[in-house]
C-alpha cells in the first residue's frame, strides 16, 4: 500500500490532503481508504522520501525518485492502473497527468513502454468517445500524437511533425501535449 501511495504522490506531483476525493475511488479499488492514505503519507514523510508542509501539502522532495515510481507503480508492478489514472485525473490535474505520461514516454524510453503507455492511452480515448465525453476533445488534443504514430506504424511511415503546426491553429491549441523521442 506504501507504494501505491508514493505513485499516486509522484504521478501528480503534488498534492492537498483535503483534496484526494479525485482518485480516492482509485485507491478503495486497492483497499486505500483516505486514512491509511494519510498514514502511509506521514510514514513516507518519516523515511523522508517525501515533504509534507503544514500537514496537509504533500510533493516529492527528489524528482528523480519520483520519476522512478510512477515507471515502477505503473508499468514495471502494475500496482494501479494507467488508465484509470489517467481518465480520473486528466479532468483535474491536465498538466501533471501530461508530465507523468512524458515522463513515461522520454526518460524511460524503450518500445515495450510505449506500447504500453499507447494501449492505456488509446483505452481512455475510446471511453470517452463512447461516453460522449465533455473532455473528448480536450483529451484529442492532449494525446493525438500516440493515435497519429499509431496509424503511422500500420502504414509503415513515421509521423510528420511538420503537419501539426495547421492542427494546432485549426483548433486554438495552446495547452501543453504528450512529445516523446522517436527513434
Given at each position: 500500500?506504501?507504494?501505491?501511495?508514493?505513485?499516486?504522490?509522484?504521478?501528480?506531483?503534488?498534492?492537498?490532503?483535503?483534496?484526494?476525493?479525485?482518485?480516492?475511488?482509485?485507491?478503495?479499488?486497492?483497499?486505500?481508504?483516505?486514512?491509511?492514505?494519510?498514514?502511509?503519507?506521514?510514514?513516507?514523510?518519516?523515511?523522508?522520501?517525501?515533504?509534507?508542509?503544514?500537514?496537509?501539502?504533500?510533493?516529492?522532495?527528489?524528482?528523480?525518485?519520483?520519476?522512478?515510481?510512477?515507471k515502477y507503480v505503473f508499468f514495471d508492478k502494475k500496482l494501479l492502473s494507467l488508465s484509470e489514472m489517467i481518465d480520473v485525473c486528466f479532468k483535474t490535474h491536465?498538466?501533471?497527468?501530461?508530465?507523468?505520461?512524458?515522463?513515461?514516454?522520454?526518460?524511460?524510453?524503450?518500445?515495450?513502454?510505449?506500447?504500453?503507455?499507447?494501449?492505456?492511452?488509446?483505452?481512455?480515448?475510446?471511453?470517452?468517445?463512447?461516453?460522449?465525453?465533455?473532455?473528448?476533445?480536450?483529451?484529442?488534443?492532449?494525446?493525438?500524437?500516440?493515435?497519429?504514430?499509431?496509424?503511422?506504424?500500420?502504414?509503415?511511415?513515421?509521423?510528420?511533425?511538420?503537419?501539426?503546426?495547421?492542427?494546432?491553429?485549426?483548433?486554438?491549441?495552446?495547452?501543453?501535449?504528450?512529445?516523446?523521442?522517436k527513434k
Amino acid at each position: 500500500h506504501i507504494c501505491i501511495t508514493a505513485g499516486v504522490v509522484a504521478f501528480l506531483g503534488a498534492i492537498h490532503l483535503d483534496h484526494i476525493d479525485t482518485f480516492l475511488e482509485i485507491l478503495l479499488n486497492k483497499g486505500i481508504n483516505k486514512e491509511t492514505f494519510v498514514e502511509n503519507i506521514k510514514e513516507l514523510h518519516e523515511q523522508e522520501f517525501i515533504d509534507v508542509y503544514s500537514d496537509k501539502a504533500v510533493q516529492f522532495s527528489e524528482q528523480c525518485l519520483a520519476n522512478y515510481l510512477i515507471k515502477y507503480v505503473f508499468f514495471d508492478k502494475k500496482l494501479l492502473s494507467l488508465s484509470e489514472m489517467i481518465d480520473v485525473c486528466f479532468k483535474t490535474h491536465r498538466e501533471r497527468t501530461i508530465s507523468s505520461i512524458n515522463t513515461l514516454l522520454n526518460i524511460f524510453h524503450n518500445k515495450e513502454l510505449f506500447n504500453f503507455v499507447q494501449q492505456e492511452i488509446l483505452f481512455i480515448w475510446d471511453k470517452l468517445l463512447r461516453e460522449d465525453s465533455p473532455y473528448y476533445f480536450e483529451f484529442v488534443k492532449v494525446f493525438f500524437e500516440i493515435k497519429d504514430v499509431l496509424i503511422c506504424l500500420k502504414n509503415n511511415d513515421s509521423p510528420d511533425m511538420r503537419n501539426y503546426p495547421n492542427f494546432f491553429k485549426a483548433f486554438g491549441r495552446t495547452q501543453q501535449y504528450i512529445s516523446f523521442v522517436k527513434k
